[in-house]
């Protein structure tokens, strides 16, 4: 299949451009290139948006809730952002965030995790943990519904609510009723046919996941740990139904079909897509592309199914 059109025109674009490959770079260069709010658009009016500090496991924790109008208790959805675990912060997911929260009526909380290298594995999986956790015991403060409470991410966010569901699921102190992965990260290789096909040319290049784990992994003995690369785990059994999307584009295409592919076998209920002509990343652009509208509202409707159904009991 060949670039969805809207798509092709920013590629062109970024090429124009001439940014330095992510790779090359120095790690605040990167950060400081990492400005994609002309994709994303216009940020839509919640009934009310605050940013908090709550406890974690090494100091505080920045979150923004995003609470819409609606009756209370409210169901709650627990947000990690992208960018490979080393860049991104609560800016990057505000705009999808402010989405989520007005099409599902639900309070969104968007986590700004502790970020590699400063802060290695496992220490940005710790800060999700807490943070969902966090949003579980003070949920009639949120005016949230802790029976109703679903966990998601893109990219390396992905990878972060993959691997707090494994936590949840084996701490057994509360449940989850929904897993939304965007394009996530699922497994430390290189090696899959995405991997080939799309290893440049289309925003995220084989070289920058190398680096982006490179950054997040004290040694290559972390990456086949199951909450650094959930599809490695021994067991995916008794996990929260989950709405998985991939890119035709994306290195990581494979491996979170994968992941999906072994939800389903295991008996965990799947609906996964994978968007035809979109690169890793088209999840956060809905200013600028219809597709990335569209999982958006994927996303909302999944979310909706998932807080309309009986609450999951411990298993």
């Known amino acids: 299949m060949t670039l969805d059109p809207q798509l092709k025109f920013l590629l062109e674009q970024m090429d124009g451009a001439e940014i330095p490959p992510m790779h090359t770079l120095t790690l605040e260069e990167a950060r400081q290139t990492n400005d994609m709010r002309f994709l994303t658009g216009e940020p839509e009016p919640v009934e009310r948006v605050e940013d908090h500090l709550i406890p974690g496991p ?3 924790i920045p979150v923004r809730i995003y609470t ?12 990690y952002h992208g960018g490979g675990w080393v860049i991104g912060d609560l800016e990057y997911a505000d705009i999808p965030c402010r989405m989520l929260a007005n099409r599902v009526n639900c309070v969104v909380i968007s986590v700004d995790y502790r970020l590699a290298p400063e802060h290695k594995f496992p220490s940005a999986l710790e800060d999700a943990y807490a943070a969902i956790k966090w ?3 003070n949920a009639s ?4 519904n802790p029976e109703k409470v679903a ?8 990878n972060l609510a993959a691997a707090v569901t ?14 939304l992965l965007i394009y996530p990260i699922t497994d430390h290789r290189f090696d899959t046919t995405s991997y080939q096909d799309n290893a440049e040319g289309y925003f995220l290049t084989k070289d920058n996941m190398i680096w982006f784990w490179n950054h ?3 040694h290559e003995e972390d990456g086949k740990h199951p909450y650094a690369s959930p599809l490695r785990a021994n067991d995916l059994k008794h996990l929260p139904p989950a709405l998985i999307i991939t890119a035709e584009h994306d290195p990581l295409r494979d491996e979170g079909e994968a992941y999906a592919e072994r939800l389903k076998t295991e008996g965990t209920p799947v609906e996964a897509t994978r968007y035809t002509g979109m690169i890793h990343g088209f999840f956060s652009m809905p200013g600028a592309l219809t597709k990335s509208q569209e999982a958006i509202e994927q996303a909302s409707n999944g979310l909706k199914q998932a807080f309309a159904s009986n609450p999951n009991q411990l298993t």
Do not use: I, W
């Open 166 to 179: 494994l936590m949840v699921r084996d701490k057994k102190t509360f449940t989850l009723c929904h897993q």
């Open 58 to 60: 090494s100091g505080k």
């Open 135 to 137: 949003v579980v015991e």
């Open 141 to 144: 403060e949120l005016h949230v």
């Open 68 to 79: 819409p109008v609606g009756d209370n208790p409210l169901p709650a959805l627990v947000y």
């Open 216 to 218: 997040y992994l004290h």
């Open 151 to 158: 966990v998601g991410g893109d990219s390396a966010g992905g």
